[in-house]
């Protein structure tokens, strides 16, 4: 009888807490048994440095090139170990360590873990860790400095050491040799971000002053900000990782502040520099970086302008004891970046070589590769050795799961008392396998079950690791779910330890897999949830489902695996033999070149079904084929409803659209607002089979399984699908059909068209009677009649706004007529409806307009708006209308005294003919206007209805609006009429005037008569002369 | 109100109507004015004119041909005015009173020509006969009737340039007697010599040694001069 596996653990949530730490940082020193238990080897490749003979592609041989180094009096070694976050480098750096024999006298080691968080014990740990004296003087400076400050004025003590460095301590960058245009240009722009140097070599106009000016001040030390973070990480612990590069951010300066400009107001040399910072603000970004670096040390007293020790002392110090005691100084750092601003102290070190009076330094440092190519070039020069981590511990991720596996199984305690036991003479085989030795020294009670139902793997110096609680499809998937650049810390974070202590709990209380599984694994499925569980139902289906997906594949669960979670296989399931072989596919024949299917695209679907969120492609894709498949059965033409194209489709549209179909709340796009049809697409298994379904049909075309362009889904029945995909369809169209009705009022809208075309009709000048059918309605034409009177020009606008709207007119083709022919073109109006509407519409036009406006606000705005315009204007209009015509009918009957108008225009026009005849004609220039006037008059009909005209303002703006087609013309006239009547009377007045002559004619012409007489006299006489002399 | 014409529009007809006939009226008023001034200002030179033509009718004036047109239109231009009844021809009386003007500077020009040519002849160019005076009024015994003759000469020599009124017939007969005076007190051959040279010019043959040498004597020498051509053909009245 084999063993129950039912609720067995072979580890538990202490174990794990007490051997698993992905951040080597938080490993503490002193477990070395533990780091090392869980080890596995890298490769690591050596791009930079002489390759030690023998040597191994391990990290063996970091530890071979630093040891190589010992000795040498003359040559510091460096060392750095590159690679991406989390790639293990910490773990190599850790290795070497481990690996380093303490006992030898030749060195001394000074090992900076991770686990440092904060600068001042970072410092202690270098001052603690350098033989020679100083260090107590130095971190009583630095205690000081930061202990008697709060984090606020150390904050601004900072920032103002930033504006010394920018106006004094930061040089101008020289050109170098060979820099590219790029970095001429950088230089140049950093050098121009200092400012100018005044005559005392003081900046001006630079950063500094920026920095000075209150809004730029105020965000630099606002909370969150850079400078922020860092005076926090100084008085306390901050997580950090190495992959974190800590700068100034754009989110430091104000750059969208309209303040700052406000403060540079009259310095337009500092304005102007602000704008290139706006403009690019990463070389100010990196100016401040710069800046920073320089101030930090001032700051927190590590140098002082007296002569204090500072760290720079401190290691002369300790390398001189060394030189003297024949030691060398070998420096550990698991993570360079650890030193962040205070690493210019360091790097000088780095570039002081040996002498006769210092000793060496071996150094082996962590660092990614960004800062690694970013390092001083006095660093990058003087680099001995760079070790890149190439695979890494992930390249066997089973092993590197199994090892874990394994550790949490012996546990802590167990793993550091055979590593004393061994203590650095072997690096493989010191740590025991738990399946073979856990029941004291002898093998697990339940291994073979274990081994048979979950699996192993081979693991170097341990054997065969069991996989539980994973099996090699649950490890699979576990380690896919942290994709494919997972890092070694990703996987020893979920795959091990939030993994391994949930499962230790749930299998406990028989819950297990829980449903936070789904998170944990990849749950890729390929069947929906109803096809995988097969009908099984009850209060284990959903952890039975998750066990199917995770440990069996979609298929079938291991017996053992069911056992060990308490799961009862549900029938139809039988157990499978603990390792199933797997089926070979059978051979292709050469002859039969089957069509490729595409593969199937519901598998997505299916991870929907189970939580995953939709993409949005295919959320996209769902919503057009429903949306195409329920518009296809809309048949809204049979009830004369026009849908294919303009104002009918943009209603139809309006309520019912691709986002009437709600995938939920994850799901991409808006979905359908108020008074909009919406179908709520669940993730139950009835809607699951209706998208599956529609989707086969959208993309196939039929119900045939064997046709398909792709594998019809496992699990479900063609005819099945087929029916309850129509049902949902047809109820669909139902509502969809319903709400459109109900949108459009049934004929309601073609009415009020019709309606509101002939009312616009009438206000634009048209007879009442003219527009009494429904075709005389919408075939007329804006009217090109008399213009309206200024007091109505805004209603007459309004109207022709309505009439000139091809929209409103093609609605009562869209919603009220039969289409048909080869244009589709509305052949035949429903009129009987229409009709009724007219009547009202001519009978109360603007109770009709108002109720217009009301209803169809929301189904046809363009017809409600220009409805609103029109009755709003001729509300606005009607008392100013009827005033002017009012005046006009008064002047018309008082001027023409009972004649035609044209009658009277003839006779004033021959007066004032002879009144311009002879120069009586008033005003002067008047002529024109007169003239126009009486072709003005003459052109008014005779029998307007001026007598009938009466003042009966009870419906003002009916009244106004149903005159139209003769108050225009009236109006006009009277205005004529009236200029006429101005020149009669100035004219009758200027001939009053000219009655009279100014003297006596009689006696002129005697006076003249007489002159006359005289003249010839005299002439006579000077002629006569000879005549006279002769007489 | 006249029938089928609303009553402002007849009212203005009646204003445009009289007041028609007032501005013809005026019309006619204004055209009398300006003829009756234009006939004022050149009525007063043809009475200047016909005074001056009188006093040398028969001597000098030999009279003129007047335009006979013009005086039809002045008669008829009278006798129009003696009929009010019918409308003033403003234009023709305008034309009338126009021409009067335009003719009465040709007038003047034939009075005065005629006036001018009959001075010479009686006294031949008497700024010439001044400057011999002048030089003569020095001449033993010439000088006293040289003087008045060259005073004489002064007085005509402006009344030459106006309309002849009496004044101006007695400073040349003053003239015409001063100068017979001094021809008697010359020596033969010197008073045929002034005489033709004071009276257009005489001839080379009439300066002999006689008249040389008195000339020389008198420092009238300078006074005359050669030119081509013959002397002048005087008339003596």
Not at chain 1, 284 to 292: G, P
Not at chain 1, 417 to 446: F, M
Request: charged share 30%.
């Amino acid at each position: 009888m084999s063993n129950s596996m039912k609720g067995f653990r072979c580890w538990s949530a202490r174990s794990v807490r007490e051997t698993v730490y992905s951040d080597i940082g938080a490993l503490p020193s002193g477990a070395d048994a533990v780091f090392l238990a869980a080890h596995s080897p890298m490769s690591l490749a050596h791009p930079k440095g002489e390759q030690q003979p023998d040597s191994d592609s391990d990290e063996r041989q970091v530890l071979d090139a630093l040891l190589s180094g010992i000795g040498d009096e003359d040559r510091n070694t460096l060392i750095a170990v590159t690679g991406g976050s989390g790639a293990g480098k910490s773990h190599v750096v850790r290795w070497v360590h481990a690996h380093l024999d303490r006992a030898d006298e030749g060195y001394h080691v000074l090992y900076v873990p991770r686990a440092v968080q904060t600068i001042r014990e970072l410092l202690r740990r270098i001052v603690v860790g350098l033989p020679g004296d100083g260090g107590e003087e130095f971190m009583e400076r630095i205690d000081a400095a930061v202990g008697n400050t709060g984090p606020a004025e150390l904050q601004d003590r900072l920032l103002e050491e930033m504006r010394f460095a920018l106006n004094w301590a930061l040089e101008p960058q020289l050109p170098r040799d060979g820099e590219s245009e790029k970095e001429r240009e950088a230089r140049e722009e950093r050098n121009s971000l200092l400012g100018d140097a005044d005559e005392l070599g003081k900046r001006r106009n630079g950063l500094a002053d920026l920095l000075a000016l209150p809004p730029v001040n105020r965000v630099l030390l606002r909370k969150e900000g850079r400078l922020h973070r860092f005076v926090a990480s100084v008085y306390e612990e901050t997580s950090r990782r190495d992959g974190e590069q800590e700068k100034f951010e754009p989110e430091d300066l104000p750059l969208r502040e309209t303040g700052v400009l406000r403060a540079l107001a009259g310095n337009a040399d500092l304005k102007g520099l602000w704008e290139i910072v706006r403009y690019d603000p990463a070389p100010a970004l990196d100016l401040l970086d710069e800046a920073l670096r320089k101030a930090v040390p001032r700051a927190l007293g590590m140098r002082t302008s007296g002569s204090g020790v500072t760290l720079d002392e401190l290691f002369r110090r300790s390398r001189q004891l060394m030189r003297r005691q024949g030691k060398e100084l070998v420096l550990l750092f698991e993570d360079l970046a650890q030193f962040g601003l205070i690493d210019g102290e360091l790097y000088d070190q780095f570039a002081t070589q040996p002498g006769a009076d210092l000793a060496p330094l071996r150094v082996v440092f962590a660092v990614t590769d960004a800062p690694y190519n970013k390092l001083p070039e006095t660093v990058q020069t003087r680099i001995t050795h760079q070790f890149k981590i190439e695979s890494s511990a992930l390249a066997d991720r089973e092993a590197f799961v199994a090892r874990y596996l394994n550790l949490v199984r012996v546990g802590r305690k167990d793993v550091e008392s055979a590593w004393s036991r061994v203590q650095g003479d072997s690096t493989e085989g010191w740590v025991r396998n738990a399946c073979n030795t856990r029941e004291d020294g002898l093998p697990c009670r339940v291994r073979d079950e274990c081994h048979a139902g979950f699996g192993t793997v081979e693991v170097s110096g341990l054997g065969r690791v069991g996989l539980y609680p994973y099996n090699d499809v649950a490890v699979r998937r576990s380690l896919n779910n942290r994709g494919k650049d997972a890092t070694p810390r990703d996987i020893l974070d979920v795959c091990v330890s939030e993994t391994l202590i949930e499962a230790e709990a749930h299998i406990g209380r028989g819950t297990y897999p829980h449903d936070r599984v789904r998170d944990r694994f990849d749950f890729t499925i390929r069947r929906s949830k109803d096809t995988i569980l097969a009908g099984h139902t009850g209060e284990q289906a959903d952890r039975l489902f998750r066990a199917l997906v995770v440990w069996g594949d979609e298929s079938s669960l291991n017996s053992i695996v069911a056992d060990a979670f308490s799961l009862e296989v549900p029938a139809g399931r039988e157990p499978v033999s603990p390792t199933p072989p797997k089926a070979s596919p059978p051979e292709p024949n050469p002859a039969e070149k089957p069509v490729p299917l595409r593969p199937s695209p519901l598998p997505q679907l299916f991870q929907w079904q189970v939580g995953d969120r939709l993409p949005d492609s295919e959320t996209d894709l769902y919503r057009d084929l429903l949306y195409q498949l329920v518009r296809s059965r809309l048949d809204l033409e049979y009830a004369l409803f026009h849908t294919a194209s303009g104002e009918g489709a943009r209603i139809l549209n309006e309520i019912f659209n691709r986002t009437s179909f709600d995938f939920g709340k994850d799901a991409r796009g808006r979905r359908a607002g108020t008074g909009k049809v919406l179908f709520s697409i669940g993730r139950d298994d009835d809607t699951i089979r209706v998208l599956a379904a529609a989707r086969w049909f959208y993309d196939n075309g039929h119900w045939v399984p064997e046709n398909g362009v792709w594998p019809w889904p496992e699990g479900y029945n063609p005819f099945d699908l087929m029916v309850g995909l129509e049902c949902r369809l047809d109820d669909w169209a139902d509502q969809v059909r319903t709400a459109f009705i109900e949108r459009v009022r049934g004929r309601g809208l073609a009415r009020a068209a019709v309606g509101a075309r002939a009312v616009a009709l009438i206000a634009a000048g048209l007879s009442p009677a003219s527009v009494q059918r429904v075709d005389d309605v919408m075939t007329a034409g804006a009217p090109a009649s008399t213009p309206a009177t200024p007091s109505w020009a805004a209603a007459d606008r309004a109207a022709r706004d309505i009439l000139l709207n091809p929209s409103i007119r093609d609605l009562v083709g869209e919603v009220a007529a039969v289409r048909q022919g080869d244009t589709g073109a509305a052949e035949l109006v429903d009129a009987v409806e229409l009709e009724e509407g007219l009547k009202q519409a001519l009978r109360a036009p603007v109770v009709f307009l108002r109720n217009v406006v009301e209803e169809f606000r929301e189904a046809a705005p363009v017809l409600a708006g220009s409805a609103d315009s029109l009755v709003t204007a001729v509300e606005q209009a009607a008392p100013g209308q009827l005033h002017e015509i009012g005046t006009a009918v008064e002047a018309l009957v008082l001027g023409l005294q009972g004649q035609e108008p044209a009658a009277v225009a003839r006779k004033a026009r021959e007066v004032g003919r002879r009144a311009l005849d002879s120069g009586f004609f008033r005003p002067a220039d008047g002529w024109s206007a007169f003239s126009d006037a009486l072709e003005t008059l003459e052109s008014v009909p005779a029998g307007l209805p001026l007598d009938q005209y009466v003042s009966d303002r009870q419906h003002e703006a009916s009244d106004a609006l149903t005159t139209q087609h003769w108050t225009r013309v009236a109006v006009r006239g009277a205005g004529a009429l009236e200029v006429i009547r101005r020149s009669m009377m100035a004219t009758r007045l200027e001939c009053e005037r000219s009655d009279g002559v100014s003297g006596n004619l009689d006696q002129q012409a005697q006076d003249v008569r007489q002159k006359l007489g005289q003249a010839r006299e005299h002439l006579h006489a000077l002629g006569s002369a000879e005549e006279e002399n002769n007489g | 109100m006249a029938e089928g014409i609303p009553q402002w529009i007849e009212e203005t007809r009646v204003a445009v109507d009289r007041a028609g006939q007032a501005d013809r009226a005026q019309m006619d008023f204004d055209a009398l004015t300006t003829a009756s001034e234009e006939l004022g200002q050149v009525l007063p030179s043809l009475v200047e004119l016909h005074n001056a033509a009188e006093l040398g009718r028969g001597v000098w004036w030999t009279g003129l041909d007047v335009d006979s047109g013009l005086l039809a239109d002045l008669d008829e231009a009278q006798t129009a005015l003696d009929t009010r009844h019918q409308a003033l021809e403003r234009r023709k009386l305008t034309n009338v009173a126009r021409r009067l003007t335009r003719m009465e500077p040709r007038l003047r020009e034939s009075v005065m020509a005629a006036w001018k040519e009959y001075v010479a002849s009686q006294a031949g160019d008497a700024a010439e006969l001044r400057d011999l005076m002048q030089v003569l009024s020095g001449a033993e015994g010439i000088a006293d009737v040289a003087r008045q003759l060259n005073e004489a000469l002064g007085r005509l020599a402006r009344l030459e340039r106006r309309l002849p009124d009496a004044r101006s017939l007695e400073v040349l007969d003053e003239v015409c007697a001063l100068f017979g005076l001094l021809e008697g007190r010359l020596p033969a051959a010197v008073k045929t010599f002034v005489s033709a040279a004071a009276r257009g010019g005489a001839s080379l043959e009439l300066v002999d040694a006689e008249v040389r040498e008195w000339l020389i004597d008198n420092g009238a020498l300078q006074n005359f001069r050669a030119v081509p051509g013959r002397p002048q053909e005087v008339r003596h009245g």
